[in-house]
């Protein structure tokens, strides 16, 4: 009987899925392979069996039965209902395989067509694969068998934006949504705001400004939607910007000034951009004055951000970008910047909000700024103190007076441990910044002792406030540049527990050192969490469509879509990939690698290499707030992914699926595609010196395996037309030239290592050192262990047994690999004795504190301090040498299985 009765179906599935729901994985696999030993052609058990062994790491098991489930529900030999497709769904989310779950759902679909709920469902993967075209057909489909339905048009037109936006599709479409929008506005007479923001976005990608007017009027259609007249101004003056109105926009946001929200810094710099953008003199000078006025009211007021008189100082940048126009509409600017410091010098933000306009001060004007600001600023608290130093650092010429905040410093930390009052947290680590960046203002260029004195008063501040993001995100800043990745990744991932978008926003700080530098246990965990909240943002985007959808809500689902894209393309999570794979290849291989090799295919990864990888990483405001502090322009630093990094993830990536197919695929031979990527990227002029030279001896190994595979077919299907075992062995010396030449010119760069004042000599030869442990002779060990197994003659009593000769040509071949095992053994146990050497060498010594700590000492010369400083330096000094001690432990491990080879 090929499928149970109901009853016996019922009683089976639900013993299986309460095993599934309990993550009982060995059960279920064992209930449902005595189900499809009893009912071959019932495949509920089989889809719950693939997803359990799955869950196992299994996946090289589970793909062939969904295979078989696909086969069999195409042939139309069996049914399947709605909690077999949602596990099929949940398969397919686990595997990143959304396209194949789109294609799944329709097929399904097509077999019960008046289901609504399997519509809905298939309308929502084909969004999640990024097929829009095809979710636009569904929802053509869905319309004709329930009309009633008057959300399905809206959708449609969703369909059109997302083509558009993320597809490069025809602009024609845009005039065809336009056109849908329009027909909506005369028949659709409930319009909520949601709806009305997307049919805003539709008018405008079409440039439609009149009926962006006409239809956001107060009394308009769209209009209406808006219940809050601020909401609707700020909506249409968006709206007409977009579609190139200028005038009437620039009105708008005039209007929202006078009427609204006077103090709202997004409208005032739009009206002032877009009353110079219109190049007419009166309609500046009219913004004048609506800033001047605006100044007077808000002095009148007393209380807000003053943000008119900020306008003002933005309104002169703007004027002084026009060269010799408006001249009679100049601005006293020392008077400007000392009426904002009058109003503003107990927020925090006060100096930080001036800084962007310190420069338009001439030499001159600057001191007289400084003492103006000095006369109203004379009665400020310790939290003004922040602000002043800030002005004093921008203004004169002397800079801060730093034996000034030691003193704020120390009292601030003393307060703090008295229960006294002190400062706010931000107050406190701006204060610590401030201090650091006067005195190092370049800490990417200093020395192990000038980064040192920087970390011995974060910590010391940290101390008081253990939580503060600021700080330990400073810290983590200042570690790296030491080359203790694994002291960053304990405040990280430990004391601040750093997760959800925050890992991609946050992680990047480390996830390169600590893969670079060996710490493999680290680097996995920071990796499996971040591909595991992509993997849950996955399994979740199902559910939020589709709730989407059912809620009407059209423009949710534009901005979660957008959403979802920038975070496919992000740069941290394609690292976490590469990563992963590494780690896996260094620490087992095998099974793991296919996993890894098969998500990354289909998954993020492979989105990622089929563009380019997105150069704006996510990250949110109070991020990028912490890192200003260290980058002068914070789009020019770690958040670009230049060409020669993408070179090297792209190497990497190409790498990887070799070898993984080598570890795990029988018989596998390179394909010349592969060689072919793999060999233009080893002579891209993008890539690093030091890839290239690992790139050489990952070639000759791809060789030697594949000399290897063809000697086994010969044991197999009798000899060839050609000798290979020459040219087997040839290559096999090859590999053993290459590596050993590396070895040696690292062996060289070891010896004649000297530490110095420069901590990126130190960082590169810690990463040196570790990623020819963790990945090149890990490759050899992988390659070589491989290739021997395939020259073993076969075995069992059916087995062809080779010929004379051919076996002779195997043991030939086994023998060369087994010297050049052993040849590669003894180097690393020569590379492991140097790495103690090398690790004394990078130690940090002790020493004295230098200038800024003793000038901080003595202001706080408590036992606590002086323990907390002891404590720190030993820390970081011992941590320093950790990833060479990780290294030399892997490469002893590595010895001892070559040896065994």
Known sequence: MSVPSDLDAQRRLRLIDDSLSGNNYRQVVKLTSESIAKHPGWISPKIRKALALLLMSKRDEADPLIVEVREIIASGKSSVDLDDIEIMMNYCDETMQIAESAEFCNACWMRDQNSIVLGQKTFGRYILAGDF????????????????????????????????????????????????????????????PEMARLFLVVLCDAGDGQTVSEAMAADGVLGKAFKIEAERLEELGN?????????????????????????????????????????????????YEVVQSTIVKQKERKRGHHAATLAKLEFEKRRRSYDNLYTSLTTDLPETFADYFSAMLAKPICSENLEIYYGLLAEDEKEKAWKAIESVSADGDRGSLISLCRAQKELTKSGLDLDMLMKLLSEEHIS?????????????????????????????????????????????SILNDVDNRQLNILAVVLLNRLGVADLSFEILFGRLNVEYVQLLSLSYLVLGDLLQLGHTEATVTVTEQILKFRRKAETESANAVLTAFQKSSAFVLLDFIGFRDRLSRSKTVVQAEIGLGLMSLARAGGKTLSYYKATFQSGVGGSAFRGAVDMNRLSNDEDLDVLKFWFQDCEDSPFVNSQEELQEMVFSKLLIEMLSDIAVLDNFVPSEGQILAFNENLESPSLSSQSKEFGEVYAHLFEVYRHSVILKQECTNGPGEEDNSKATKDLVKDVEKSAMGLIGRFQSNLTQYKPNTSLKSDRLILSQYSRLCYECFCAVHLVLKVAKRDLQAPQGKSAKKPSGKTSEKMKAARDALGACAKKISQACKELEANGKVLAEKVRLPMGTPSSLLE????????????????????DVRESRSSAISDARAKLKELSAALVKL
């Open 133 to 192: 075209a095809a979710a636009q057909r569904v929802i053509a489909r869905l319309q004709k068998r329930d009309v009633k339905n008057a959300d399905y048009p809206i959708f449609s037109i969703l369909c059109n934006v997302l083509q558009i936006r993320f597809k490069n599709a025809d602009r024609r479409l845009s005039v065809l949504a336009s056109a849908m929008v329009k027909k909506q506005l005369t028949e659709n007479g409930k319009i909520d």
């Open 239 to 287: 709206a007409l910007n977009l579609c190139g109105a200028v005038e009437e926009a620039r009105e708008t946001y005039r209007k929202l000034l006078e009427q609204e929200d006077d103090e709202n810094w997004m409208y005032w710099t739009e009206y002032i951009r877009l009353a110079f953008h219109s190049g007419e003199a009166e309609v500046v000078r009219d913004c």
């Open 416 to 460: 703090r441990e008295a229960s006294t009052d002190s400062l706010s947290g931000a107050n406190a680590s701006d204060l610590v910044a401030l201090i650091v960046r006067s005195r190092y203002p370049d800490p990417m260029e200093d020395s192990p002792a000038a980064v040192l004195d920087m970390l011995g008063l974060v910590y010391r």
């Open 855 to 874: 000038q901080y000492r003595t202001y706080d010369s408590s036992e606590a301090t002086q323990s907390l400083m002891d404590k720190f330096f030993t």
